[in-house]
T-cell receptor, first 117, second 109 residues
């Protein structure tokens, strides 16, 4: 158990639908990162939140959005789902927010496997 | 952020030492070098991190030459369970970049 909790573990939904993925960071970590990993692709950075505020954005589609709540858990919302959105979605957390604060490493959750049919 | 280059794949046998070299020619002064391990359908797991010279933990060693333009992850006496993808990342804590393809290490009996 890494300390980062992601729910649900598996999700099957139809095209055009909307889903919400949830992540609870490791205790004490302030940053949450979301990554997408499709078949045969590396981990693609989507977005980072630090202490409730958006810190960095990667290749996140406009149909996707995220937020981090006061208790530091985060949700990734995926809407108007397409077949190509089927992937593993990972959440990671870290103590710091980057920007020269040194590197504390990321702790990843076990992921949510999204299947769009 | 520094771009990294590492081999796509490596094969080894149980009990051997595996060394994976990562090139990062434009590493910045504040950058650390971090390696992660990922098994299929699991999230990456932090292995080791270093800034310069040599770092060793219970899992691996990380060798960083003085110019810091490359680094080598050393996995001593690998077993079948070390078969995984290994990623090299360079940065000061902001990993906005993707992890890349990593190095797929296959350990055979």
């Amino acid at each position: 158990d890494s300390g980062v909790t992601q729910t649900p573990k598996h999700l099957i939904t139809a095209t055009g639908q909307r889903v919400t993925l949830r992540c609870s960071p490791r205790s004490g970590d302030l940053s949450v990162y979301w990554y997408q990993q499709s078949l045969d692709q590396g981990l693609q950075f989507l977005i980072q939140y630090y202490n409730g505020e958006e810190r960095a954005k990667g290749n996140i589609l406009e149909r996707f959005s995220a937020q981090q709540f006061p208790d530091l858990h985060s949700e990734l919302n995926l809407s108007s789902l397409e077949l190509g959105d089927s992937a593993l979605y990972f959440c990671a957390s870290s103590l710091g927010g980057g920007s020269g604060q040194g590197n504390y490493g990321y702790t990843f959750g076990s992921g949510t496997r999204l299947t769009v049919v | 952020l520094a771009k990294t280059t590492q081999p796509i794949s490596m094969d080894s046998y149980e009990g051997q030492e595996v060394n994976i070299t990562c090139s990062h020619n434009n590493i910045a002064t504040n950058d650390y070098i971090t390696w992660y391990q990922q098994f299929p359908s699991q999230g990456p797991r932090f292995i080791i991190q270093g800034y310069k010279t040599k770092v060793t933990n219970e899992v691996a060693s990380l060798f960083i030459p003085a110019d810091r333009k490359s680094s080598t992850l050393s996995l001593p006496r690998v077993s079948l369970s070390d078969t995984a993808v290994y990623y090299c990342l360079v940065g000061d804590g902001d990993y906005k970049l993707s992890f890349g393809a990593g190095t797929t290490v296959t350990v055979r009996a």
